[in-house]
């Protein structure tokens, strides 16, 4: 009889993937046995490793010199990262060059649901597709600003979010850079199925899907199910982790209060990482991983942080920084 980790490998298509990464698949997330990811990972050679700039805040170049120094091969950039070298792509890209880093992806900020800034929304996140391919970059990444601060959000929302991250990806693919939607707190695509709503109206031509699956966590979902569901649409993930804690006594409405939670260094937190690789290994996806956290914890240094996930890849995870 098949083991059920033999049954997820058999029922996983096998193809060639693009020089852009990718991944295949036809399994199902209902056979997905999570304790079968107790054993120890072996290791594997299809990955490349990158890391957000997001910690170091605004100062960009400490990032690359230290992200660099600790061997991640790619960085993410935030969209004040690439306003400070818009107008300077051969400065960047020599800076890339000589830290021997791959831009990985820009966070071009949140798409909304206002018609008046349609327009200039699309057009921005064009240009930063335009440095990316002037620096050899690869993707660009988009959350949403659209999420209701009073009230909820009419179901018509999420098919109007769908709709114009399709338009912004439609004009990237132009250019040969990939858009990922990436699942966020507080935003419209904050909760699985808030996320599902909007992927099914978004054309997955054009517009791919970059998990968080510390947010997916944050969230109340489940990170492992939500990769494996979207396998044959990731652009790219994001390795992230976090401490939840439960929330107070329920509001003044009787809504039961928020948890908190707090982003930490991959392994520190509640995230099953070793169970997202293997569903990632298992669907033979092959390209970039993305290292995020969005501030040192107190006490640390933002290369500090960044040595303790790479320890945790390496030890943990059995993969090459």
Do not use: C
Not at 261 to 282: C, H, R, S, T
């Amino acid at each position: 009889m098949l083991s059920r980790r033999q049954f997820l490998l058999g029922m996983g298509t096998a193809a060639v993937a693009s020089q852009l990464g990718g991944l295949v698949t036809t399994t199902s997330a209902e056979t997905v046995d999570y304790s079968i990811f107790d054993h120890p990972i072996s290791a594997s050679p299809e990955f490349m490793i990158g890391y957000h700039a997001i910690t170091w805040g605004r100062e960009i170049n400490q990032a690359m010199e230290e992200i660099s120094a600790l061997g991640y091969r790619g960085i993410q950039i935030r969209r004040e990262d690439y306003k400070l070298y818009a107008d300077r792509v051969s400065e960047f890209k020599d800076l890339l060059a000589a830290k021997q880093l791959t831009l990985v992806s820009i966070s071009t900020g949140g798409v909304s649901l206002k018609p008046e800034t349609e327009k200039q929304e699309i057009e921005d996140r064009v240009q930063m597709a335009k440095f990316m391919r002037q620096v050899g970059g690869l993707y660009l990444q988009a959350t949403d600003s659209a999420r209701s601060k009073e009230g909820s959000n009419k179901p018509e929302d999420y098919k109007t979010l769908g709709r114009r991250l399709t338009e912004i990806g439609k004009r990237t693919a132009d250019l040969n850079i990939k858009l990922g939607y990436h699942n966020h707190m507080n935003s419209l695509g904050e909760k699985r199925d808030e996320v599902d709503r909007i992927l099914e109206t978004a054309d997955p031509r054009y517009v791919w899907v970059l998990p968080d699956i510390a947010h997916m966590q944050a969230a109340g979902g489940d990170p492992v199910r939500f990769v494996s569901d979207y396998a044959s649409r990731i652009v790219y993930p994001h390795f992230k982790d976090v401490v939840i804690q439960p929330g107070g006594p329920p509001t003044m409405d009787g809504k039961p209060a928020r948890p908190k939670y707090e982003f930490v260094e991959l392994g520190q937190g509640k995230v099953n990482i070793p169970a997202v690789l293997q569903i990632m290994k298992d669907h033979n996806y092959r390209g970039w991983i993305v290292v995020e956290l969005d501030r040192a914890p107190a006490g640390r240094t933002p290369k500090e942080s960044g040595a303790i996930s790479k320890r945790y890849l390496e030890e943990k995870l059995k993969l090459k920084v």
